[in-house]
């Protein structure tokens, strides 16, 4: 007799920097997703299809949830989140128990109290947390709310399976046809989301060094475009352009002499080459525009 096999969709949450993308990358053992210590660093939902012997999950991550946003691109990344929540089996609440509890979370919590999915609340950076430096006492009084808490750590790839296996146990045997089509269809047309073929995929991996690289301020009004892949035989020519909505911000990216634009190109490279097995040569451009933050409908 042949086994069902279950199917659920399932949305990370959490204010940003709390380790959903990290998170991500572990369970797919793979990165699928870029990671940085500054906040909205994913600044779009990222659907990934996980599968394994018991079934097909798709996972998606969403873009940290900003207690309060001036700029445009804050504020269309801060809509992201709550759109996938009412097409949620599961929901996993990730709270950094490094760091104090504020306002943010709640924000998160209420949006996803509204929810009728089930719930994980998902302790992360338990291997930074020791002690009495932990914070898991402040959210204490959820977890009669949640249908499972566990402890974890995504950088460490700690306890991850865990999270898979409640996952599993959590959705119900049989699932509905639409359910079933959309994953195996969402499965289907999504070619790895970091391969080589994948412009989307390069512009996010110069955007995270160039996050890497830079001060606080910077990042967030940069956007990536690549304008041109070209594949000769021994080499791969890219060229990319970073947009920046100031003059000021440029002169930062390029920094003295070119050395920051120079470091955040290297960084990047090294990482596309390890990737593709391939030698890489990476132009980037600075640019400033303005108003590219009005022009972009597309976040990646
Ligand atoms: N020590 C420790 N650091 C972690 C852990 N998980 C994530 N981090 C770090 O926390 C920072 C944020 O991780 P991300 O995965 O980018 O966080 P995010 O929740 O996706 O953030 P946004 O996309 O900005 O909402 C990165 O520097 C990660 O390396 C963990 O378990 N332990
Ligand atoms: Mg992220």
Known sequence: METKKKYGRVVIVGRPNTGKSTLLNAIMQQKVAITSPLPQTTRKNIPVVYQDERGKLLFIDTPGVLGKVDDLIGKKVNLEAPKTLNKA???????DISREKSEEENKVIGMVRKSEAKKILIYNKSDKAVG???HF?????????????ISIS?????????VIN????????????????EIDKRQDERKPLMSMGSKEYIEEIIREKTY??????VPYTIFVEVNKIIDKKKIILIEATIYTNADRYKKMIIGKDGQKIKEIGYNARKELE????????????????KHWMERVNDLG
């Open 89 to 95: 089996e599961i929901i996993l609440c990730l709270v």
């Open 274 to 289: 390890l990737m593709s097995g391939r030698k890489i040569f990476l132009e980037i451009m600075v640019n400033t525009d």
């Open 212 to 217: 890497l690289f830079l001060r606080k301020e």
């Open 166 to 181: 409640t996952i599993f146990e959590m959705l119900p045997s049989k699932s509905s046809k639409d359910l079933r089509e």
């Open 154 to 162: 995504a950088l460490k790839e700690k306890n991850v399976k865990s």
């Open 137 to 149: 006492a402040e959210y204490n009084y959820l977890e009669d709310e949640f249908d499972a808490n």
């Open 132 to 134: 009495s430096k932990d």
